[in-house]
């Protein structure tokens, strides 16, 4: 299973843009880049995923480097409301790529101030 | 949107008895679900993934005797936690997926269940 690695902690003023970085170095070619977040005693929330490609949501942009072995998540005008632990996490691939299950790692902890 | 619906929220037990939790797809029929187990300060730990009509798969060193997962139907996954100790005291968390929908939703989580046996 390909492992993740992230900065345990971070800062971030509000309104600024979080670049949060993960390492998956071990990444292979079919697997997927999931970012999550939780906030304190809840589920996990989606965010966004991505393959190869640079992705963007509502929510968020992902950058994936070209060698796939780092991604980076940016929350382009982050709030006091995203101060979350941010989850990267590379999908297990199922059986015919199909279902598959997300390990999680020990993830970042945001947190955005005033 | 493609949500989850956990329940309890909250349980306290007495040590000894078994305690039932709930996680239902609400507005698709889940592929898969997944089962995850999280302490305080610490990430979520996979427990076990469980398919519709068939077994649940567990993680190494998760007792499937203890915790018994049942996938009855494409919305509904129940994890009992049987003869309960106050070690299995948690916060417990679903997950489902539909492999057509998680190009757009990812994989869903329910809210969670906190789980204090007494």
């Known amino acids: ?114 | 949107g493609a949500v989850v619906s956990q329940h309890p929220s909250r349980v306290i037990c007495k040590s000894g008895t078994s305690v039932k939790i709930e996680c239902r797809s609400l507005d698709f029929q889940a592929t898969t679900m997944f089962w995850y187990r999280q302490f305080p300060k610490q990430s979520l730990m996979l427990m076990a993934t469980s398919n519709e009509g068939s077994k649940a798969t567990y993680e190494q060193g998760v007792e499937k005797d203890k915790f018994l997962i049942n996938h009855a139907s494409l919305t509904l996954s129940t994890l009992t936690v049987t003869s309960a100790h106050p070690e299995d005291s948690s916060f417990y968390i679903c997950s489902a997926s539909k492999d057509s929908l998680r190009g757009l939703y990812g994989y869903t989580f329910g809210s969670g269940t906190r789980l204090t046996v007494v």
């Not at chain 1, 060698?67 to 709030?79: E, F, G, Q, V, Y």
């Open chain 1, 1 to 114: 299973d390909a492992k993740t690695t992230q900065p345990p902690s971070m800062d971030c003023a509000e309104g600024r843009a979080a670049n949060l970085p993960c390492n998956h170095s071990t990444i292979s070619g079919n697997e997927y880049v999931y970012w999550y977040r939780q906030i304190h005693s809840q589920g996990p929330q989606y965010i966004i995923h991505g393959l190869k490609n640079n992705e963007t949501n509502e929510m968020a942009s992902l950058i994936i480097t070209e060698d796939r072995k780092s991604s980076t998540l940016i929350l382009p005008h982050a709030t006091l409301r995203d101060t979350a632990v941010y989850y990267c996490i590379v999908r297990v691939a199922g059986v015919y790529n199909q279902g598959g299950k997300l390990i999680f790692g020990q993830g970042t902890e945001l947190s955005v101030k005033p």
